[in-house]
C-alpha cells in the first residue's frame, strides 16, 4: 500500500468530499493522485484546493458542467486576494480539470486558434526540422529572436514577409546588436539568417536576404575557461547527504557529470536503457543528434547502482535519473540538472566563478585530464568535440606548457 492510499483511508477530508455531491469523480480524482504517487502531504493539498474550488463554485451557483479553465482563473484571482496561491495549486487543478473531461463531465479543452505568427512558426519549425535536421529544443531557441523581429519589422503581419527589405535587416542587426553580449547577438544573427532563408525557400519573400545578416565580431579564445580543482570537485561531492535518496541521485549525477563530463541535457536524457553493465558502457545522446558510447568508470557505476537500489522511486518512466517529488518522471530539461550543480556547488561553498553550473564540472574533467598529461586530441575524444578549436581552450590553462613557449627577459629570466 503507498502512502497516497494510506492516506485517503483515514483522511477526513478525503471522506468528506467522497460523500459530498460530487464524490464519485473526487475518487476517481483521488485514484489519480495514487497513481502518480503524491505524498501525503502532496495529497492533502490537492484535495484541499479542489474541495475549496467545489465550495467556491456552490457559493457562486456555478454548475459543475461549465467548469473550464476560465473559471479556474477566476478562482484562482478570488484564492489570491485572500491568501498566496502555492506553487502546485494550478497543478492539482489542471489534474481536476483532466479527471472531469476522461470521465465526460465538462466540455474538452478549447482548441487554440493559431494566429497568422504563429502559423509561420509552426512552419519554420517544420522547415528546420525536415530541411536542417534541427531537434525541437534547439528550434525552440530560434523563436524568441525571430519574434522579436517580426514584432518590429513587419508590424502588420504575415501579409508583409514579402515586404523585407535588406536595409530593414541590417538595420534591425545594427540596433539591437549591442543589447545584450556579443555571443548573444552572434545568436540572434544566426536565426535570423536561418528565418530569411526560410522565407526566401518557401517563396515568402522574393529575396535572398540571409546573405545581408552582419557578422558580430567576437575574438575567439578570448576567455578563459571556468574550472575547480580536484579538491574543489571532492568537496561538492562529499557535500551530497548519501543517506538520503534525493542525496543519492544528486550523488551520482555529479558523478557523472565530473567523472565522464557529460553534458546537463547528457544526464538528463540518460534512460535505463543506456547503461550497459555487462559491457561496462554508457549511450550518451550528444550534441547534434550524435550518440555515442561512453566507459563506465567504476566509481559512477556504483554511485549509479547505490541511486537504482535505494533512492529511485517506483515509477514507469524509464529515464534514469528521476523527480524526488511525485509525480516521479523524469527532468523535462538540462534546467534542472544544471540546478542541482549549482545547489551542491553553493552547499560546498563554492562561489564567485563566472559559470557557476553543471557545465564547470566538464571544464574541470578537461583540466585535469591536461595536468595529468593527456593530450588535447584525447580531451577532446572524451569530450566529443567535433573540432579541434573547442579542445584548445584548455592549452591556455596549462601553465607548464605554456612557460615552454614564453621568450626570455633581457638578462636571461625566463
Not at 509561420?120 to 523563436?143: K, M, N, P, Q, W
Not at 557557476?356 to 577532446?380: D, M, N, Y
Request: hydrophobic share 40%.
Amino acid at each position: 500500500m503507498t502512502i497516497t492510499q494510506e492516506y485517503l483511508e483515514r483522511s477526513r477530508l478525503f471522506r468528506r468530499l467522497k460523500n459530498g455531491a460530487h464524490g464519485q469523480l473526487v475518487e476517481l480524482y483521488a485514484a489519480r493522485l495514487v497513481e502518480v504517487g503524491l505524498s501525503r502531504i502532496g495529497t492533502w493539498r490537492c484535495l484541499n484546493v479542489v474541495g475549496n474550488l467545489l465550495d467556491w463554485m456552490a457559493s457562486h451557483r456555478a454548475r459543475l458542467a461549465n467548469l473550464d479553465e476560465r473559471m479556474v482563473e477566476r478562482y484562482l484571482r478570488h484564492q489570491g486576494a485572500k491568501q498566496s496561491i502555492q506553487l502546485g495549486d494550478r497543478a492539482a487543478l489542471k489534474r481536476w480539470l483532466l479527471t472531469l473531461r476522461t470521465a465526460g463531465t465538462i466540455a474538452p479543452a478549447a482548441v487554440s486558434v493559431n494566429t497568422p505568427q504563429e502559423q509561420i512558426f509552426a512552419e519554420f519549425g517544420d522547415y528546420l526540422r525536415s530541411e536542417r535536421g534541427l531537434t525541437a529544443r534547439t528550434i525552440v531557441h530560434h523563436l524568441p529572436a525571430i519574434r522579436r523581429f517580426l514584432c518590429e519589422v513587419c508590424p502588420a503581419g504575415a501579409t508583409d514577409l514579402g515586404k523585407i527589405k535588406q536595409e530593414d535587416v541590417i538595420r534591425y542587426v545594427e540596433c539591437h546588436a549591442q543589447d545584450w553580449s556579443s555571443r548573444s547577438a552572434k545568436a540572434m544573427c544566426w536565426s535570423l539568417r536561418a528565418f530569411l532563408r526560410y522565407l526566401h525557400h518557401t517563396g515568402l519573400n522574393p529575396h535572398a536576404l540571409a546573405g545581408c545578416v552582419p557578422s558580430i565580431r567576437q575574438w575567439k579564445f578570448a576567455s578563459l575557461p571556468t574550472y575547480l580543482s580536484a579538491a574543489q570537485v571532492q568537496r561538492v561531492l562529499d557535500g551530497c547527504d548519501r543517506a538520503s535518496p534525493t542525496g543519492r541521485r544528486d550523488y551520482a549525477i555529479l558523478m557523472v557529470l565530473s567523472k565522464l563530463g557529460l553534458r546537463a541535457d547528457e544526464v538528463a536524457t540518460l534512460t535505463l536503457d543506456d547503461v550497459d553493465w555487462r559491457a561496462g558502457e554508457m549511450l550518451v545522446r550528444a550534441k547534434g543528434r550524435q550518440r555515442a558510447r561512453m566507459p563506465l568508470a567504476p566509481d559512477v557505476g556504483a554511485a549509479v547502482v547505490a541511486y537504482l537500489r535505494d533512492g529511485r522511486p517506483k515509477s514507469s518512466c524509464r529515464e534514469l535519473f528521476l523527480r524526488s517529488l511525485a509525480p516521479h518522471v523524469g527532468f523535462c530539461s538540462g534546467g534542472a540538472i544544471t540546478m542541482i550543480a549549482k545547489t551542491a556547488l553553493e552547499r560546498a561553498g563554492i562561489r564567485g566563478y563566472a559559470h557557476q553550473g553543471a557545465h564547470i564540472f566538464r571544464h574541470s574533467l578537461a583540466t585535469e585530464l591536461l595536468h595529468s598529461g593527456a593530450t588535447l586530441s584525447e580531451i577532446g575524444q572524451l569530450l566529443r568535440h567535433k573540432s579541434h578549436d573547442t579542445t584548445r581552450i584548455y592549452a591556455k590553462v596549462d601553465i607548464e606548457a605554456l612557460r615552454t613557449l614564453s621568450l626570455p627577459w633581457p638578462g636571461g629570466a625566463q
